[in-house]
Structure formats: C-alpha cells, structure tokens
C-alpha cells in the first residue's frame, strides 16, 4: 500500500481541507536527528511543531530535552500546562508578559530570555518595576552567528544579534551579571546561512554556496569558541545552544556547544529535501479536494495559498504532494480560495478525490489547520488541537 493509498483510507471519513501528523515518519525523523546529534541533547524548537500534544510526543523521545519557544506568552502557557526550560529563542516587548513572568516563581525558574543589547534589558525593567517579589530574570545571549567576508560586502546569514566578538560578549555578559534581578546561564548562537539553507543545489551556484558555509563552518566554530570562554570568565553557563535542523551534526561537533536545536526535522516539510548530509521522511501534510475539472489535464482544489515565510518566491509555495506529477499554473499559483492543478495526473482525479500538499516549512501549517489527525499505518489514532485550535495564535 503506498502513502497516499494510506492516507486516503485513513481520513475515508473526513472531509478536506485537514492536516495530518504521520506518526511513523515523526519518529524515523527523531531518532536520525538524535543520532546526528552525537548524544548531544536536542532542545525542540516549538515554532516548528506548534501543538502541545505533538510537542509532548517529540520530547519523550530518547535525546531531545527542553523547548526553544518563540514567543515570551507562548512560554507561560508551555510552562503553565507543565512543560519545562523553555528557553525563548527571541526578545520581548511584551509589557505585560514580562511582569506575568517577574511574578510567577515557577515561571521564571522554567523560562530563559533572549537579549543582545542592554536596551532589552532596560525595557524588562521598566515593565517589571511595579512588580512586587520580582523574581529573578534569566538571560541567554544571543550572538551573531552569520558569516562575513569582503570587508562586509558579503554577509551570509541572519541578521539578529548585534554581539559579535568576544570582548562584545564579554561586555554585554558583565552588564547582565552586573545588574539586579537578571541572572546569566546561557548563550545561542544559530548560524541560519548553514542549517537553513540546503545545499543540495546543482550548478556553479551549489558549488559556491557550499564554498561559503564550509569556510562559515570553520569561522564559527573558532569565533564561537572564543566568545565561549570570554563570557565563561564573567559567568557560569548552563547551556550553550547552537545549530538547527540542517546543521545537527556539524554543530553538535563543537566541543563549546553543549546543546542543539531543532525542530522542522520531525516533519520535514518541502524546504528541507534539499540537504546533502541527511534525508527525513514527510510528517505532516494537509489534504485540498477537487472541486473542478476546468479543462482537460487541469483539476481545481479548494484553498492552498499557503505560502511560507520568507523572500517570496516558488520555494515558498506549498508542493503538491500526492497523486506525484502536479504542478501548479504559473499565470496562478497557489490561490487564496482555489488552486488550480495541471500534470498527467489530473487526467485520473475526479471531484471529491483529494490531493495531497506538504507546506515549504513546517509549523506555519498549523496556523491553517485547527487540529492535527495522526495517522499511523492506515487509521486514525488521536486527534489533536494545533496552537490555533486551542485559541492561541502568537504571531
């Protein structure tokens, strides 16, 4: 019986549009990202995932500890329904999250703050100062991991942090310790040019892009190293957090890191079949009907604009899945309301039939979807709520 075979048997009773988690494939996923980890701990990255029971499933896994979570009032509700170290992978100015967290023990002993510049700091002050009994904050910093070349002509990378050398570090690290109610126990650097950018690309371009995130590989892990051991003068670290998907097992090789992370791996939407050092198996999918046959060849789904974050562009498209052989119009793309399909296939689909599409990244599907069906072998076995069925929608 082949996937889509499986899939359609086990969602006979429903009706598209829906999303489904594949079970089997989540885990095959885990465990290669955990072996590529090298028996470093896994910290999972809940944009990624976005959905509690999901998120509960991947974390009792064997190598996967903690959540790198986007949001400050995302991680009060993490940690609100029992989860643990959750570390947000971004800064807040969120006023009224932040004295939530200043007033709640647990909540602060469980939850770590992203900061890069003292203005981060300043700002959690004055939305705490009224706070009585503030607890102690607790910082992670967050430094620029991207890779620089041409005298700055050429960047690759994010642009997140503005710490870059050690002795910005350092200095930023001293005023944290340096100051009431924050405490420093950890550092983050995540190299985006090399863990989320496939390099699995033909031609002269492949072979520079490789160029460059071989010679990044090399900086960071001396530049990492070195602002490691500045701030480790300053303060002791609980973590040193690095990598994503794309990069397990190039980071988790640097003696300095003691932790990765990741998250889009478990269900390996479209942008990641595009990496030479590893393969995953697609997790999560959502099913469009047909609702029209236009034109000999060509069969229109209902919806399917849902297009990943990012610079626009074909890559961000969902990918029509299942039956293989569709493509989109290139005068429509994927549409708002409908989606039209051209390829051999649509010679054989019939209204009511379904078609199966994996999105180009991975979390941003449940912001689509209310609930997530996962599907082991061909049924059905739980039913669960995405962040958006449970109400709550971050960003």
Known sequence: MDDRERYDR??????????????????ANGANMARRAGGKPIRVASKSIRCRAVLERVLAMDGFAGIMAFTLPEALWLVGAGFTDVLVAYPTADRAALA????????AREITLMADHTDQLDLVDRAVAGVPARQEIRICLDIDAGFVALGGRLRAGALRSTIREPAQAAALAAAVAGRPGFRLVGLMAYESQIAGVGDRVPGPYGVALRAVQARSRRELAVR??????AVREVADLEFVNGGGTGSVEKTAREKMVTEVAAG???????????????TGRPAAMFALPVVRRPAPGVVTVLGGGYHASGAPGASRLPQPYLPAGLRYDAREGAGEVQTPLLGAPARD??????????????GELCERFDALHLVEGDRIVATVPTYRGEGRTFL
């Open 100 to 107: 939530t967290l200043a007033g709640d023990p647990r909540a």
């Open 10 to 27: 086990a969602t006979a009773d429903l009706d598209p549009p829906f999303a489904v988690v594949d079970l089997d494939a989540l885990r």
């Open 264 to 278: 889009s791996g478990f269900y390996h939407p479209r942008l990641f079949d595009f990496y030479r050092g590893f």
């Open 224 to 229: 990492r190293g070195r602002i490691v051991r």
């Open 349 to 362: 689909l019939r209204v009511g039939d379904r078609v199966w599409f994996r999105h180009a990244k991975a």
